[in-house]
């Protein structure tokens, strides 16, 4: 009889303490400790991924999209000096990943930005300067995009070559907004993962020591209890796997140890169409552009010279 009890109370336990744990992952990751302006902008300096002073010298347009979820949207415009004169006006939209803000991605910008591409940056919900009640890990974020896409069309035209980007959280926005968008460009996605059950699954049992069992369980069904969305509707690569007609590049640093490395060719995989990958030795989770500038703009141009963009 004592035996049942003590093994009813471990049972009690362990499915207590797993519920414990499931409930503080999904705060994790649906209300992150988001980094300011300041710090992102420092830690960018300090890297020495942005000319400070180049940055400062393009001219801006801050702008604001009221997104039909409720809040709005946050964002700056770097604009070419003489953008208004160009006759097909060239524009990428750039999207940062979780916990971060629009400042993250302005240690890409210059990769576009000196082929004569607007940059548009913003904040996605729940970050930065931006509103929403939490971050949907790219399911809410990628409606956003698109009317953020809408937006960058009144201001430069709807025959504008209109081209997206994003790293990590914002590469799998990017992902999932791909198919539809009209007349896009190009995508490319920097670390993003291929389906956000599977890295929950993998961040959850990796980095914060979460049994598979209760994050494949309960996890997913406490996000769609409390945040309404459906974690199985996230799934960048089955997007990929619809977007025939749209060029894209996908990167992946191979020491990728927060979105597996791996992720990068199962949803190269299922891309049909024009397509270019690269892996860039070494790297970890969204620093191949810091560890191989040289390369990394060098394969980007390499694949806007291919589709015809520069």
Not at 42 to 70: C, H, I, T
Not at 115 to 124: I, R
Not at 127 to 152: I, N, P, Q, R, T
Not at 166 to 176: I, K, P
Request: contains cysteine; charged residues 25%; proline residues 4%.
């Amino acid at each position: 009889m004592v035996w049942i009890i003590v093994a009813a109370a471990l049972a009690v336990i362990y499915f207590g303490a797993c519920f414990f744990a499931s409930s503080k992952f999904v705060e994790i990751l649906s209300h992150p400790r988001k980094h300011s302006y300041e710090e992102v902008l420092s830690n960018e300096a300090q890297m020495r991924l942005m000319d400070k002073a180049a940055y400062d010298a393009v001219p801006k347009k801050d702008f604001s999209v009221q997104s039909s979820r409720g809040y709005t949207l946050q964002g700056r415009i770097l604009l070419q000096p003489d953008w208004e004169k160009s006759e097909k006006k060239k524009v990428i939209v750039l999207c940062h990943g979780w916990t971060s803000n629009s400042v993250e991605v302005c240690g890409y910008y210059k990769i576009y930005y000196d082929k004569g591409f607007n940059c548009v940056l913003y904040d996605h919900r729940y970050h930065g300067h931006s509103g929403g009640d939490f971050c949907s890990m790219g399911y809410y974020e990628h409606k956003d995009l698109e009317e953020v896409c809408v937006y960058a069309r009144t201001v430069f035209g709807n025959d504008c070559i209109l081209g997206i980007m994003g790293e990590s959280m914002g590469a799998a926005t990017v992902m999932l907004a791909t198919p539809e968008i009209p007349n896009l460009a190009f995508t490319v996605e920097d670390c993003g993962y291929s389906s956000l059950e599977d890295e929950i699954v993998y961040v959850g049992t990796k980095k914060y020591h979460v049994p598979k069992w209760p994050v494949r369980e309960w996890v997913i069904a406490m996000m769609k209890k409390r945040m309404g969305y459906d974690v199985n509707d996230v799934r960048p690569m089955d997007a990929v796997a619809r977007s025939e007609n749209v060029p894209m590049l996908f990167v992946h640093g191979d020491n990728d140890h927060f979105v597996p490395s791996k992720m990068m060719m199962e949803c190269y995989n299922k891309k049909k169409g024009f397509r270019m990958c690269r892996y860039f030795e070494g790297s970890e989770h969204a620093r191949s552009h810091m560890d191989h500038p040289a390369e990394y703009e060098k394969t980007v141009w390499e694949f806007l010279e291919k589709i015809g963009v520069i």
